[in-house]
């Protein structure tokens, strides 16, 4: 977390501070608590460039992409029911889509190309009239590459189709401005910009108008949409982090980038380095490489005491499976099986990419003469 996240969210926690519950309006302290939350709904607002009655907390992107897909999707009972995605999206989002299709509502599942990229083709081909829903992820989370929600949204717009975008790997990273993106659902999680895990939020557009349905029941908060005691240190320290990153984007891309860079340069001394995902498109801090004639899971064994990397996202890094993300863009053979992912952010250091870049040469080639023996 960014120090100045943790300092938000620490006068919430005690009898010293603002700790009552926001929803208890009857007393002094329950106000307090309900002010910081507003306070902080409108600072998400302002860097999002959206209206503060539009931003409802959840406890992150996971739950933000199933309110979002289930609830607009549950808004249509009355018709037969399609929704598109892609089949590189997150797993709350896949997982959600496959729940949808036991449920009898038709998902289609689009490809991107080689380098992780949709063709706005085979999202205008893919639409029917039951389309109700297109959900797609502004970044990878595990290739960094970058759709054009932009385009996108226009296009979608002018159809009259509602766009959900998980914007998890690019809120606080890269601008992101509502007022001008006719985007209607958006979800994001606070840990991603250097703030509190277990913390979101969801923007919906014209809420009244969206349909939405929750997908718990038991309480008003959040306009009825998202029942529960909402936890105002986590909120508070969330606004704070997303504050700082929306001040810092241009200087921590840059840093970003730089450190990209540093370890491009480090890995160029070995061969058969491959980089996954369109390097044109994609954002500074998140890296997919292979490395020919090395495993995946043998170069995490030999790094596994000095360096953070992974087959995939977190969500998905406890199964043997390779990346459903790889596949999907056609990445198979060795290529597949031997694709890492790395990321870093404002406080990794240029010391850190130079001992990464070493280490991995190291272990690469040293991995690559025991095969050889």
């Given at each position: 977390?960014?120090?100045?996240?943790?300092?938000?969210?620490?006068?919430?926690?005690?009898?010293?501070?603002?700790?009552?519950?926001?929803?208890?309006?009857?007393?002094?302290?329950?106000?307090?608590a309900?002010?910081?939350?507003?306070?902080?709904?409108?600072?998400m607002?302002?860097?999002?460039?959206?209206?503060?009655?539009?931003?409802?907390?959840?406890?992150?992107?996971?739950?933000?992409?199933?309110?979002?897909?289930?609830?607009?999707?549950?808004?249509?009972?009355?018709?037969?029911?399609?929704?598109?995605?892609?089949?590189?999206?997150h797993?709350s989002?896949?997982?959600?889509c496959?729940?949808?299709?036991?449920?009898?509502?038709?998902?289609?599942?689009?490809?991107?190309?080689?380098?992780?990229?949709?063709a706005?083709?085979?999202?205008l081909?893919?639409?029917t009239?039951?389309?109700?829903l297109?959900?797609?992820?502004?970044v990878n989370?595990?290739?960094?590459?970058?759709?054009?929600?932009?385009?996108?949204?226009?296009?979608?717009?002018?159809k009259?189709?509602?766009f959900?975008?998980d914007?998890?790997?690019?809120?606080g990273?890269?601008?992101i401005?509502?007022s001008?993106?006719?985007?209607?659902?958006?979800?994001?999680?606070?840990?991603?910009?250097?703030?509190?895990?277990g913390?979101?939020?969801?923007?919906?557009?014209?809420?009244?108008?969206a349909?939405?349905?929750?997908?718990?029941?038991?309480?008003g908060?959040?306009?009825?949409?998202?029942?529960?005691?909402?936890?105002?240190?986590?909120i508070?320290?969330?606004a704070?982090a997303?504050?700082?990153?929306?001040?810092?984007?241009?200087?921590?891309?840059?840093?970003?980038?730089?450190?990209r860079?540093?370890?491009?340069?480090a890995?160029?001394?070995?061969?058969?380095?491959?980089?996954?995902?369109?390097?044109?498109?994609?954002?500074?801090?998140?890296?997919?490489?292979?490395?020919?004639?090395?495993?995946?899971?043998?170069?995490?064994i030999?790094l596994?005491?000095?360096?953070?990397m992974?087959?995939?996202?977190?969500?998905?890094?406890?199964?043997?499976?390779?990346?459903?993300?790889?596949?999907a863009m056609?990445?198979?053979?060795?290529?597949?099986?031997?694709?890492?992912?790395?990321?870093?952010?404002?406080?990794?250091?240029?010391?850190?990419?130079?001992?990464?870049?070493?280490?991995?040469?190291?272990?690469?080639?040293?991995?690559?003469?025991?095969?050889?023996?």
């Open positions: 977390m960014a120090p100045e996240a943790v300092n938000a969210l620490l006068p919430y926690l005690t009898d010293s501070g603002t700790f009552a519950n926001a929803a208890s309006g009857q007393h002094l302290y329950g106000q307090n309900a002010a910081a939350v507003e306070n902080a709904r409108s600072a607002a302002h860097g999002l460039q959206c209206n503060p009655k539009d931003i409802l907390f959840t406890s992150g992107a996971t739950e933000s992409n199933n309110l979002a897909i289930s609830g607009i999707t549950s808004g249509h009972p009355n018709r037969s029911k399609h929704i598109v995605t892609s089949a590189y999206e797993k989002v896949l997982d959600c496959r729940h949808l299709e036991s449920q009898g509502i038709k998902v289609t599942y689009l490809r991107p190309d080689n380098a992780g990229v949709l706005l083709d085979s999202i081909n893919a639409l009239d039951e389309t109700v297109v959900s797609l992820m502004h989370n595990e290739t960094g590459v970058m759709q054009d929600i932009g385009r996108i949204a226009d296009i979608l717009e002018a009259g189709i509602p959900h975008v914007a998890a790997q690019s809120a990273k890269v601008p401005d509502l001008a993106l006719p985007i209607s659902l958006l979800s994001l999680s606070a840990h991603k910009f250097h703030g509190p895990k913390m979101g939020c969801l923007y919906v557009r014209n809420r009244k108008q349909g939405l349905t929750p997908l718990l029941y038991g309480g908060q959040e306009y009825g949409l998202r029942p529960g005691t909402l936890p105002t240190h986590q508070t320290g969330m704070a997303f504050t700082l990153a929306c001040e810092r984007l241009a200087t921590d891309t840059e840093h970003c980038r730089q450190l860079q540093t370890l491009r340069t890995l160029d001394k070995l061969d058969g380095v491959y980089w996954n995902g369109s390097q044109q498109a994609a954002v500074p801090h998140i890296v997919n490489i292979s490395f020919a004639g090395v495993s995946a899971d043998a170069l995490l030999a596994r005491d000095s360096i953070a992974s087959t995939g996202s977190a969500c998905n890094s406890g199964t043997i499976e390779p990346s459903h993300v790889l596949r056609g990445i198979k053979g060795d290529r597949l099986y031997g694709a890492v992912r790395l990321s870093f952010g404002r406080y990794t250091t240029t010391t850190d990419i130079g001992q990464a870049g070493l280490a991995i040469c190291e272990a690469v080639s040293r991995l690559r003469k025991l095969a050889a023996e």
